[in-house]
């Protein structure tokens, strides 16, 4: 299967991969060998034979975390990083950038009773760091079974389901357009959260469990997905969504005006925009919060998120919302852009006021705009920040794979596409959602794969 390819391979990826981009101070700090002895002993160690730890229904991974906090708290780093690994090949990554608040630490029990839930983000990364620099064996491979899968994506999904496929005997290639793996995580997650480490690390997990990249090539046609399918016993597609939604305005092609996508990744590859004092963001998702935080530690003097319905319909975590009013960013709520306005380059935003109407087809309340509210907000930058666009052009043309709003159809349980021998996860499946939960998904999938094979196909 892999004769026919032309991408590069890991080895060759760490060659190109030179940029990093400015080093932005991390969010969440790690820990000291002492401190995470001390964090570690807090844990209660819930849980039993009839009843998973709140900690360990709430991870979507299901990583066993009394297991591997009690190995911290007996000093063996490693050994806790096995125990994260065997639900979690991107143990190291989850532990940077999962939403803990909402998952794991949200539901321990330290926290129900009103005290400091136990540190499990932190001491889950002082575990793989510690493991994934001493290039400790994590996880082990079945014997060879002579069966091939393309998994197409070296997103999140795509690179835990290659790794738990191949941990099954599989013999399994990645590919992605993207020269570097980690997809969203190394191009546009947050670089207080995460630059590039630990993914060359765990990416290297993967290679020994036996899992081969072709990185830097694009499988956008039926001719490039044949090329890579015919000789696999089956396809997991884990594409993810695609470009910014294409949401226009006049003055669109001002120098100054930025989608969501491209002026994050400009910054974790190393060519941070200037982004001048004032900098207005689009949006009230989490990635509209993301970018008004980068712009702030880019220099911005004046943040100012647009959205236009209320805090009270903002799909942005609320424990982030505030994260960036402590920082500064100032929220403009029922406004909406109407254009950009400038000479050589963007000077100001057009704004105009929103109230409420009806419900809409997603349940929340209609923004309606309200004539004759003009605002001008002086702006050297704009960001729109409003989602992201599904990959219907390509998945479309795969026979058998059904689309609903561009999101590939799967059995929920499985994984698997109205086309037998394809497979999916992660974004592509769910419309965006978190790391973790695309793990969650190429878990699934790649069970589902597993059975579908040793069913013999049926
Ligand atoms: C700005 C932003 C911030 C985020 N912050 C967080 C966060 O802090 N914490 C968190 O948990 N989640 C966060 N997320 C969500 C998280 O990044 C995604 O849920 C996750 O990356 C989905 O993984 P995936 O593998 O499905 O897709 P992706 O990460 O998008 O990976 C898909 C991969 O497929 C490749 N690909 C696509 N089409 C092709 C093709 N035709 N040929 C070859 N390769 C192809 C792409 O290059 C890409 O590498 C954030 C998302 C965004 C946009
Ligand atoms: S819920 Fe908290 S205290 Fe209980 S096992 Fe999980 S981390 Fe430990």
Not at 193 to 205: G, K, M, N, S
Not at 348 to 364: F, I, K, N, Q, Y
Request: negative net charge.
């Amino acid at each position: 299967m892999r004769s026919g390819t032309t991408g590069a391979t890991l080895e060759a990826m760490a060659t190109v991969a030179e940029h990093s981009g400015p080093v932005f101070d991390e969010l969440t700090s790690p820990l000291t060998p002492a401190e995470a002895f001390v964090a570690a002993d807090r844990c209660l160690e819930c849980g039993g034979p009839y009843a998973a730890a709140p900690c360990v229904d709430a991870c979507p991974a299901a990583v066993d975390v009394p297991a591997f906090v009690a190995a911290l708290a007996r000093d063996e780093p490693e050994n806790a990083a096995r125990i994260v690994f065997a639900d979690n090949l991107l143990g190291g990554t989850c532990a940077r950038v999962c939403p803990v608040e909402l998952f794991c630490e949200g539901a321990c029990v330290l926290q129900h009773e009103g005290r400091k839930p136990v540190e499990i983000g932190r001491l889950q990364r002082f575990a793989c760091d510690v493991a994934l620099s001493t290039g400790a064996s994590l996880r082990r491979s079945a014997p060879y079974n002579w069966l091939r899968i393309a998994v197409i994506g070296a997103g999140p999904a795509g690179l835990a389901c290659a790794g738990e496929l191949a941990a099954l005997g599989y013999d399994v290639t990645v590919y992605d357009e993207r020269i570097e793996p980690g997809g969203l995580v190394r191009y546009a997650i947050a670089p207080y959260r995460i630059q590039r480490e630990p993914l060359p690390a765990e990416a290297r997990v993967l290679a020994e469990l036996g899992v081969h990249f072709e990185l830097g090539i694009e499988i956008d046609s039926l001719e490039a997905l044949a090329a890579v399918a015919e000789d696999a016993d089956a396809v997991v597609l884990a594409v993810g969504l695609g470009p910014d939604a294409d949401v226009r305005y006049p003055g669109d092609d001002l120098p100054g005006v930025w989608e969501s996508l491209p002026f994050i990744e400009a910054i974790k590859t190393g060519e941070a925009p200037e982004v001048g004092d004032s900098v207005c963001v689009v949006g009230g998702g989490n990635t509209a919060v993301d970018v008004a935080r980068e712009a702030i530690r880019l220099g911005a003097g004046h943040v100012t998120m647009l959205y236009r319905r209320t805090a009270a319909e903002m799909p942005a975590y609320p424990h982030e919302v505030a994260e960036a009013i402590d920082e500064g960013v100032q929220i403009e709520w029922l406004t909406a852009p109407v254009r950009f306005i400038g000479d050589a380059r963007l000077q100001t935003v057009e704004c105009r006021r929103m109230r409420l109407g009806e419900p809409d087809a997603s349940g929340r309340a209609r923004p309606e705009e309200v004539p004759g509210t003009e605002v001008l907000i002086p702006a050297d930058t704009v960001v729109k920040a409003i989602g992201q666009s599904p990959r219907v052009a390509f998945l479309s043309q795969i026979d058998g794979v059904d689309l609903d709003h561009g999101l590939i159809k799967v059995d929920p349980l499985t994984g698997q596409t109205g086309n037998p021998r394809y497979f999916a996860a992660g974004d592509a499946t769910n419309g965006g959602a978190t790391v973790v939960e695309a793990v969650r998904a190429a878990k699934r999938a790649a069970q589902g794969v597993h059975e579908w094979l040793e069913r013999g196909w049926a």
